[in-house]
């Protein structure tokens, strides 16, 4: 019998780039560290995520990339459902307004992603899903440079 790998395959199963702005680094860190009693695995996913993550100044943190505060749209490659929400701190959560924590199981995945990556996430009812990151937008903010 002869077995074939499709290059494909391989590619999903790596885990996307992901890129951190530094100045939610040590908040995000703190939350992590306080969250290892309460939940000792979204705690160690998260600091995997970070310890795999390329830290960047907020002056070079692209666009396209999932930060705190940033609306993002994502595909469920499965259902073909689209979702927009709003990354935020667990302080400022509120699922009504389509604001969900950072430390969530999706807000975990959805940190640091840029627009097209896809990842696995799995739901709470253990159901294992691909969505892949469709649009990152910014916070609105009050511009005042004269436009």
């Known amino acids: 019998m002869t077995q074939t790998t499709s290059p494909t ?12 702005n530094a100045d939610d680094l040590g908040h995000i860190e703190a939350l992590a560290e ?3 009693q309460r939940n000792p695995t979204l705690a ?8 795999r993550a390329r830290i960047v100044p907020s002056a070079k943190m692209p666009k396209t990339v999932v930060g705190i505060g940033n609306t993002v749209t994502y595909r469920d490659e499965t259902t073909g459902k689209e ?9 400022n959560a509120d699922i009504a307004r389509h604001r969900i924590s950072l430390m969530t199981p999706i807000g975990v995945a ?4 840029s627009e097209g990556a896809s990842f696995y ?3 709470r009812d253990n159901q294992r899903r691909m969505l892949t990151v469709t649009r990152v937008e ?10």
Do not use: C, F, H, N
Not at 44 to 51: A, I, S, Y
Not at 110 to 113: E, P, Q, R, S
Not at 139 to 145: G, K, L, M, R, Y
């Open 121 to 123: 996430w799995d739901t």
């Open 34 to 36: 306080g969250a290892m």
């Open 138 to 147: 910014q916070p609105v903010v009050a511009e005042t440079d004269g436009k």
């Open 44 to 51: 160690e996913r998260l600091l995997d995520e970070l310890g």
């Open 9 to 20: 395959k391989t590619r999903q199963m790596r885990k996307p780039k992901i890129v951190i």
């Open 83 to 91: 979702s927009r929400v709003i990354l935020v701190y667990p302080e």
């Open 110 to 113: 959805l940190l640091g992603l």
